[in-house]
């Protein structure tokens, strides 16, 4: 990979040391990931902080990436807000809570747990919610889930891992944390303070992006600086990525991403409040209540890899491609396209009109019908993320405009 580009000249070697750096950074709850394209070179636009309020030293935004690779927080706790405004298509004024039930229920199989963090905290992919966060090093975290009349936690004590739902008052459990030796007990996948989604927007970003600082900013009574992330291609669903920095310790306070047609936030995680002093140990312990349902993780486990067998045998039987298998990809950067082949048997109801029955039908009742060199498909929209689904069982789906979905599928034939 090429070095770093701005406006100071960073040997490759010293490029390598950032990037490595950003790697070993310290996580503060659960690890987590958000789908992303590999790391590749970051442009870098020459600019400077210093021109708002609070009052901070200039920074260039190569020194203000390598503050965040360097930010080493081992002890800290707060309240974090995530709103989530995809533009899902208004049902009945329900749609936020349809979709995190129906993310909630999908990832849910027949004896999964209520409180298998895997699928619990995929609500946070739908509305407004709020999260408290601590952490004292590497082996003891916690996350909690504030709901109206309940409160949802996972907590991880040296190998120990605890999920509790209290509102089902179920829990899950699971040993063997450091390695990960029960699979499922911190999940991969799920993002849930600025430090997550920030990591992977700067692992995302390569030559196709331009990184800039944009001012300074307070956020939750701390000073810091505001890296400002814009593709440099057109054709993205993508405005701006704006991340705050707290200018002390180089922790990203706020996350905040704008669609390329403006309007509200797609995504805004930020800290409401913030310490940086050490929990109570008591933070961190947990016995389930009188009453409890546990289930083990090794159980759950067992469980899935039966029930994800038979969905595999079923695919293979249909002639199609089993979700889950790796998707081909075109174009690069933000403008990333991928695409999966599911045969035209693997479940996904036809794009076109004529498609018959309820599935078909209230499908192409969201959608957007399409026609083009590939033949005809539905599109459907989200606010950052579209997905093309052709007659032919064809997937087309990335964070750009319908157009760049049609011209990828033309081109395929």
Do not use: C
């Amino acid at each position: 990979m090429a070095p770093y580009e701005s406006d100071d000249s960073t040997p490759a070697g010293e490029a390598e040391d950032v990037r490595d750096g950003r790697r070993r950074a310290a996580r503060y709850v659960v690890p987590v990931t958000v789908v992303g394209v590999a790391a590749a070179t970051i442009g870098l636009v020459p600019a400077f902080a210093g021109s708002g309020d609070p009052d901070l030293p200039k920074i260039s935004a190569q020194q203000l990436i390598e503050k965040i690779a360097k930010s080493d927080v081992q002890q800290m706790s707060g309240t974090v807000t995530i709103s989530t405004d995809l533009g899902l298509p208004n049902l009945g004024g329900l749609e936020n809570s349809l979709a995190s039930g129906a993310l909630s229920r999908g990832a849910q199989g027949k004896g999964d747990s209520a409180a298998d963090p895997s699928s619990k905290l995929l609500e946070l992919a739908s509305g407004t919610h709020t999260v408290r966060v601590a952490a004292d090093g590497q082996d003891k975290q916690k996350l909690s889930l504030i709901e109206k009349a309940a409160e949802y936690s996972v907590i991880r004590n040296g190998d120990q891992v605890w999920a509790y739902d209290s509102a089902s008052n179920q829990a899950y459990h699971a040993t063997g944390a450091g390695e990960h030796k029960s699979g499922e007990a911190a999940p991969k996948d799920v993002p849930a303070t600025p430090r997550d989604f920030a990591d992977q927007a700067l692992k995302a970003a390569d030559r196709t992006t331009s990184v800039t600082v944009d001012g300074t900013a307070q956020v939750a009574g701390r000073d810091a600086y505001k890296l400002l992330i814009r593709p440099k291609q057109s054709g993205t669903t993508v405005g701006a990525i704006s991340i705050a920095v707290d200018a002390k310790t180089g922790l990203p306070l706020k996350f905040t991403l704008t669609p390329a047609k403006g309007g509200a936030a797609v995504l805004d995680v930020g800290f409401t409040e913030v310490s940086f002093a050490k929990p109570a140990a008591s933070t961190f312990d947990f016995t389930p209540p009188k009453g409890t349902k546990v289930t083990q993780g090794d159980q759950l486990k067992a469980g899935r890899d039966a029930r994800d067998k038979g969905r595999g045998a079923r695919h293979k039987d249909a002639g199609g491609t089993p979700w889950g298998s790796a998707p081909k990809t075109i174009g690069e950067g933000w403008n990333a396209i991928y695409v999966f082949d599911t045969g035209g048997k693997a479940g996904v109801p036809s794009g076109s009109p004529s498609g018959k029955g309820a599935a078909s039908g209230f499908l192409n009742s969201l959608g957007d019908h399409v026609t083009g060199k590939f033949g005809s498909g539905t599109v459907f929209s989200t606010r950052l993320v579209n997905a093309l689904i052709t007659d032919d069982g064809k997937v087309y789906a990335g964070a750009v405009t319908k157009d760049a979905l049609v011209k990828a599928a033309d081109a395929g034939k």
